[in-house]
């Protein structure tokens, strides 16, 4: 069975400081682990994925996420956060098999604060 | 190369009414899924179409149909609707089939029942 949880519904950082958005899954097979992006009334926008290859995967606008095994972490960070970063974040797992199942978490909603 | 397009954009209906949605992949794609997005459930998959063949299914009762046409436009079709059937359904296309692959999702379609 696959689920996947993102530990906090709402994150606020200043503008600059870092970020850090934590999802952990859990998945009976070798999964692939995605974040997602959604910005109000807009649909979703991929960030950046994980298929088996680098551990350390980046993504658009400075984002880069670490897939650790051992701790079924996927987090999501960012170095110095914008603006415009503020939107909802998707953690999302899925398996490639006969019977494909994809998995999306709850949401994590960041605020930048000026 | 236009993006994933659904319309209409909102739709209101009534309690018992049947609603068709409808979604114009990304040229060239030819796998369209179906999402549902409540404040309560958050983001749930519905259901995966590619090649006019439904691939996956997620846990919605029979009431949520859809299909896929020769030149992959795909319609999702809910019969006697529910006030719970109020959400956000998003459509996003993908080049190949399987979930696992990186999607490209359209505006959404916001249904209320009323």
């Known amino acids: 069975a696959q689920s996947v949880t993102q530990l906090d519904s709402h994150v606020s950082v200043s503008e600059g400081t870092p970020v850090l958005l934590r999802c952990n899954y859990s998945?009976?097979?070798?999964?692939?682990l995605f974040w997602y992006v959604q910005h109000p009334n807009k649909g979703l926008q991929l960030l950046l994925k994980?298929?088996?290859?680098?551990?350390l995967v980046k993504g658009i606008n400075g984002f880069e996420a670490e897939f650790k095994k051992s701790e079924t972490s996927f987090h999501l960070t960012k170095p110095s956060a914008h603006m415009s970063d503020a939107a909802e974040y998707f953690c999302?797992?899925?398996?490639?098999?006969?019977?494909?199942?994809?998995?999306f978490g709850k949401g994590t909603r960041l605020h930048i604060l000026p | 190369k236009a993006g994933v397009t659904q319309t209409p954009r909102y739709l209101i209906k009534t309690r018992g009414q049947q609603v068709t949605l409808s979604c114009s992949p990304i040229?060239?794609?030819?796998?369209v899924s179906w999402y549902q997005q409540t404040p309560g459930q958050g983001l749930q998959f519905l259901f995966e179409?590619?090649?006019?063949?439904?691939?996956n299914k997620g846990n919605f009762p029979g009431r949520f149909s859809g299909r896929q046409f020769s030149n992959s436009r795909s319609e999702m079709n809910v019969s006697t609707l529910e006030l719970g059937d109020s959400a956000l359904y998003l459509c996003?296309?993908?080049?190949?089939?399987?979930?696992?692959?990186?999607?490209?999702f359209g505006q959404g379609t916001r249904l209320t029942v009323v």
């Open positions: 996003a296309s993908r080049a190949n089939s399987g979930l696992q692959t990186e999607a490209f």
């Open positions: 998945s009976s097979y070798s999964p692939s």
């Open positions: 994980y298929t088996s290859a680098a551990t």
């Open positions: 999302v797992v899925s398996k490639m098999n006969r019977d494909d199942k994809i998995i």
């Open positions: 040229s060239g794609h030819r796998s």
């Open positions: 179409y590619f090649s006019e063949t439904q691939r």
